[in-house]
C-alpha cells in the first residue's frame, strides 16, 4: 500500500482549472440566467481556489488576502444581479438568456 | 465733477431705457422732449467736465474713470473705462451739444409720424453710442460705440423701410461698413499683439519704442476703418444713399457726428501715426484730397438737395483726412467742429424746405423760396457762406487751416484742395440759388400732382427754427475757437496740445488766407453768373451727375464678375466643403452600419467572445512573450 497521496498544490490548480472550465462552459451552453450566474460564481470560486492554493505554497498572505476581496465583490454581484434576474423573470416568466435581446444593434 | 463722467453716456442710456419701456405711452409728441431733455442734460454735465478740466493745468488734462473689469481674459484685460481728456471732451461738447439741437428740431420734423417714439428711441441709443465711442479709453469700448452707431446708422437710414430704396440703402451702408470695420479690427489685433494692451494711453505711450512697421500696420489698417466709417474712397458708396433716412437722421449721423468717428479715430491714435513710416500719412493725405476733389465734382451736378449736401460731406470729410495725413490733427477737430455747426444747419435747412414742400426733394422743382421762409433762408445762406470759406464764417477759418497744413506737406495736395474749395463754393451757391432764388418752379411741378391744390410752402414751426437759429449763430462765430493770429486767440489748438501735438509751420499764413478767399468768391461768382445771370449754360455732365459711374461700376462689378466668383465659390462651398463633410459622415454611417450586427443583443455571444480573447491573449503571452 502505498503512502497515501500527499496533496500537492498541482491538485489545487488542477481542480481550480477543472472547476473554471465547467463554469465557462456552463455560461457558454446553459440558457438559464440563473444557471449561468451560478456558473460564473464557479468561476470566480474557482479563480479564489487557486489564489489559495498558490498563496499557501508561496507563505504570501496577499493572495488570501486578495480572495477576502473576491468573495465581497461576488456577494455584492450576486445580490444585483439575481435583483435583476428576478426582475426579468416577472416580466417575462420562462425567459432564457437568448430571449433578452432588446439590445440588438 | 471729473468721476461725474460716467452720467454723460448713462444719460441717454436712461432715456433710450425709458422710451423702450413707456414710448407708446409716451407718444408723440413726450417721447421726443424726453429725449431730448437726457440729451440736453449730457451736454449740461460734459460743459461742467469741461470747466473743471479747464480749471486743472494742462499736463494734468486727463483722468481715467474705471466703471467695471470688463473682458479679464488670461493676458488680456479690458475695463469699461472712460478717458477724460481735451479731445474726448470736445468730441463729447459737440455730440451733444449739436445732437440736442438736432433731437429738438426732430420732434417738429418727425410730428405726426407713426412710429414717432421709436424714432426718439433710436435717437438716443446713438447718441449712448457715439459717446461711447469718444470717450472710450481702450479700442474696445470704442468698438462697441463704432458697431453701436453703424446699427443705430442702418436702423435710422432704413426708418421708413416701406418704401424699398431706404431699406435697400440701410443694408447697403451697413455691409460697406463692415468692410471698414475689419480694418479696425485688426488694428486692434496689431495693437494688442505690439502692445499687450488695448488702451490708449498704454498703446501710445508704446508709439515711440514700436517698431516702424507695427506702427505703419496699426495705423493703416486704423485707416481703412475710418474709410469705411467716414465714406471716403473708395468705401464712399453708402453715404449719399444714407439720404433716404429722415433729414435729422442725416444731419446729426451722416453730417454731424458719426461720419466724423474715423477722423477722430485717427487723432486718438495720432503717436502711433507719427511713428509710422512716412508713406502711412502720405496715403492718408492723398486719399483725403482725392476724396474731397472727387466727391465735389460729383456734387455739382446733383438735383437732388440732400444728395449735394451728402457729396459735400464727403468731400468736407476728405479735408479732415488731408489734414489727419498732414499730420495737423487740431486742424482736422477744428474743421470736424465748424463742419458739424454749418452741416448740421444745412441739412436741418434742407431739411426745413422738404418738410414744407410735402417730401419733394428735387431742386428743380423749388425756387424763390426766400420769401416764403425767411428764417430758414436766412440760416441756409448762413451756413452756405460758412462752407464756402468767406471770412468771417467759421468754415473760412478752419478751412484755412487745412491747407496751410497741406502746403506745408506738398504744393501739390494744397492746389487740389483749392481747386475743391472753388467747386465746394460752386456747387453750393448752384444750390441757394435753385432753392431760394429764381422763380418757383414748384406751382406746375404740384399741378402735375393735381393733389394739393392751392399749395404754397410755408415756414417751419418754431420747434424746428431754434436749432436753425442757434446752428447759425454757431456758424457765424465758430471760428473764434481758433484763430490764427497768435498764442493766444489759438485756443482750440493750445487746449488740444496735450493730446494732439502742434502742427508746426512757419509759412506766412495771410498770403494764403487771401488766395482762399479770392477762390471762394470766385467760385461763387462763376455759380451766379450761370445759375442766376444766365450768362452760361450750367455745365452738368451726365457723368458727374451720375458720381462718375463709380456706383454704377461697383454694381456693375458685383452683379456680373462679382456674382459670378462668389456663386463659384458658394458652389465650391456646397459641393467640395460640405462634400468633404458629408462624405466623412457617410463612410462613417456606412461602417457603423455593418459594425451594428456584432451586437447580437445573445449574452452568450458576448460571453464567449470575451472567452476567446482571453485564451488569445493568454496565448499572446506565453508564446510571443514567454519566447523571448
Known sequence: MTAAAVPTTTWYLVLAAVLFGIGTVGVLVRRNPLIMLMCVELMLNAVNLSFVALSHQMGDIGGQTTVFFVMVVAAAEVVVGLGIIVAILRRKPNATADDLAELKG | ?628
Open chain 2, 1 to 628: 465733477m471729473l468721476d461725474l463722467v460716467w452720467l454723460i453716456p448713462a444719460l441717454p442710456l436712461a432715456g433710450f431705457a425709458l422710451i423702450l419701456l413707456f414710448g407708446r405711452r409716451l407718444g408723440d409728441p413726450k417721447a421726443g422732449y424726453l429725449a431730448t431733455l437726457m440729451c440736453s442734460a449730457a451736454f449740461v454735465v460734459t460743459v461742467g467736465i469741461y470747466f473743471d478740466l479747464l480749471s486743472k493745468p494742462s499736463e494734468e488734462r486727463q483722468h481715467v474713470y474705471r466703471l467695471f473689469s470688463w473682458v479679464p481674459v488670461g493676458s488680456l484685460k479690458v475695463d469699461l473705462s472712460f478717458l477724460v481728456d481735451p479731445l474726448s471732451i470736445t468730441m463729447c461738447l459737440f455730440v451733444t451739444g449739436v445732437g440736442a439741437l438736432i433731437h429738438l428740431y426732430a420732434i417738429g420734423y418727425m410730428h405726426g409720424d407713426p412710429r414717432f417714439s421709436k424714432f426718439f428711441l433710436y435717437l438716443n441709443l446713438f447718441a449712448l453710442s457715439m459717446l461711447l465711442l469718444v470717450l472710450g479709453e481702450n479700442m474696445l469700448v470704442t468698438f462697441l460705440g463704432w458697431e453701436g452707431v453703424g446699427t443705430c446708422s442702418y436702423l435710422l437710414i432704413s426708418f421708413w423701410h416701406e418704401r424699398a430704396t431706404a431699406a435697400t440703402a440701410g443694408k447697403k451702408a451697413f455691409i460697406t461698413n463692415r468692410v471698414g470695420d475689419w480694418g479696425f479690427m485688426l488694428a486692434m489685433f496689431f495693437a494688442f499683439q505690439a502692445t499687450g494692451t488695448l488702451s490708449y494711453i498704454g498703446i501710445n505711450g508704446a508709439a515711440s519704442t514700436m517698431a516702424q512697421t507695427t506702427a505703419t500696420a496699426i495705423a493703416l489698417f486704423a485707416f481703412i476703418g475710418a474709410v469705411g466709417k467716414s465714406a471716403q474712397l473708395p468705401l464712399y458708396l453708402w453715404l449719399p444713399d444714407a439720404m433716404e433716412g429722415p433729414t435729422p437722421v442725416s444731419a446729426l449721423i451722416h453730417a454731424a457726428t458719426m461720419v466724423t468717428a474715423g477722423v477722430f479715430l485717427m487723432c486718438r491714435i495720432s503717436p502711433v501715426l507719427n511713428a509710422a513710416s512716412s508713406y502711412a500719412p502720405n496715403l492718408i493725405a492723398i486719399i483725403g484730397v482725392v476724396t474731397a476733389l472727387f466727391a465735389a465734382t460729383i456734387a455739382v451736378a446733383q438735383n437732388d438737395i440732400k444728395r449735394v449736401l451728402a457729396y459735400s460731406t464727403v468731400s468736407q470729410l476728405g479735408y479732415m483726412f488731408l489734414a489727419v495725413g498732414s499730420g495737423a490733427y487740431t486742424a482736422a477737430i477744428f474743421h470736424m467742429i465748424t463742419h458739424a455747426f454749418f452741416k448740421a444747419l444745412l441739412f436741418l435747412g434742407s431739411g426745413a424746405v422738404i418738410h414744407n414742400m410735402h417730401h419733394e426733394q428735387d431742386m428743380r422743382r423749388m425756387g424763390a423760396l426766400r420769401k416764403l421762409m425767411p428764417v430758414t433762408a436766412a440760416t441756409f445762406i448762413v451756413g452756405w457762406l460758412a462752407i464756402a470759406g468767406v471770412p468771417p464764417f467759421a468754415g473760412f477759418w478752419s478751412k484755412d487751416d487745412i491747407l496751410l497744413a497741406a502746403y506745408d506737406k506738398s504744393p501739390v495736395l494744397w492746389a487740389l484742395g483749392l481747386i475743391t474749395a472753388l467747386l465746394t463754393a460752386y456747387y453750393m451757391t448752384r444750390q441757394v440759388i435753385m432753392v431760394f432764388y429764381g422763380e418757383a418752379r414748384w406751382h406746375d411741378a404740384h399741378e402735375e400732382h393735381g393733389a394739393h391744390g392751392d399749395f404754397e410752402p410755408h415756414e417751419s414751426p418754431t420747434i424746428m427754427l431754434i436749432p436753425l437759429v442757434v446752428l447759425a449763430v454757431l456758424s457765424v462765430i465758430g471760428g473764434v475757437i481758433n484763430l490764427p493770429f497768435n498764442a493766444t486767440t489759438e485756443r482750440l489748438t493750445s487746449w488740444l496740445e496735450p493730446v494732439l501735438g502742434v502742427h508746426e509751420s512757419d509759412t506766412a499764413k495771410l498770403p494764403f488766407a487771401l488766395i482762399a478767399v479770392a477762390i471762394a468768391l470766385l467760385g461763387i461768382a462763376a455759380s451766379i453768373m450761370i445759375y442766376s445771370k444766365h450768362k452760361a449754360k450750367p455745365v452738368e455732365p451726365e457723368f458727374l451727375a451720375e458720381g462718375w459711374y463709380y456706383d454704377a461700376a461697383v454694381s456693375g462689378f458685383m452683379g456680373g464678375p462679382g456674382r459670378a466668383g462668389f456663386n463659384a465659390i458658394a458652389w465650391f462651398d456646397a459641393n467640395i466643403v460640405d462634400g468633404a463633410v458629408n462624405g466623412i459622415a457617410h463612410v462613417v454611417r456606412g461602417t457603423a452600419q455593418r459594425l451594428r450586427t456584432v451586437q447580437s443583443g445573445n449574452v452568450r455571444n458576448y460571453a464567449a467572445a470575451i472567452g476567446v480573447g482571453v485564451v488569445l491573449l493568454l496565448a499572446w503571452f506565453v508564446i510571443v512573450r514567454g519566447s523571448r
